[in-house]
Each structure stands twice: as structure tokens, then as C-alpha cells.
């Protein structure tokens, strides 16, 4: 694996962990503000065939991340609202867009 999906792995389970350690949380943005969310964001375009594999499995609010690093916001803030409508939303929209993305 490459350094930076090596990096991407990383953070994607460090964020991962402190979404399910604080699943129960009754202010979704709690998700949001954590260093590896942030980092995770940073990572640019190139993070988002890595992020798509993951949603594509349904974890955590990916959508979120998409929506700051493409800009897209068709799909609302990926944090409330009905978050499987929001997936199922980014992989349409991933089906659609794929080939134009950095690899």
C-alpha cells in the first residue's frame, strides 16, 4: 500500500474509533471536531476513491468529509438528517463521477 493510503488507513481508524466511542452523542458535530476528521479533509481529492470504499461498506458519516473536499452539497451536511439517503446519494453520485477523480 502506498505511504498515503497507508496514512489515509490510519486516520480513517483513528476517526472511525472516535465515532463509535461517542456514537451515542446527542450533538452529531461531536463527530466532526476531531483531529483526524480534519486531517482526513486535508488529505484533498485524492482521499476520496479510499473514502468511497469505505462508504460503500455504510461506516460512519463520510458524506461529511466528501461534502468539504468536493464542494458538493447536494447531499446536505452528511451528519444529520437520514444518513442512509446521504450515502446512497454520494454513490450514486460516485458512480457517476469516478473516472474524473485523481487516483
Known amino acids: 500500500m502506498s505511504a498515503p493510503g ?3 488507513d490510519a486516520l480513517a481508524e483513528e476517526w472511525e474509533r472516535h465515532c463509535a466511542e461517542h456514537r451515542e452523542s446527542s450533538n452529531p458535530y461531536v463527530f466532526l471536531e476531531h483531529p483526524s476528521f480534519d486531517a482526513l479533509v ?3 481529492r485524492p482521499a476520496v476513491p479510499l473514502i468511497m470504499e469505505r462508504y460503500r461498506a455504510g461506516s460512519v458519516f463520510w458524506g461529511a ?3 468539504r ?3 458538493v452539497t447536494t447531499f446536505g451536511d ?3 438528517g437520514n444518513l442512509e439517503a446521504n ?3 454520494w454513490l450514486k453520485w460516485w458512480s457517476e463521477n469516478e473516472a474524473a477523480e485523481p487516483r
Do not use: M, P
Open 6 to 8: 497507508a496514512r489515509f
Open 42 to 44: 486535508a488529505l484533498g
Open 65 to 67: 468529509a466528501l461534502r
Open 69 to 71: 473536499i468536493t464542494g
Open 78 to 80: 452528511g451528519v444529520v
Open 87 to 89: 450515502r446512497q446519494g
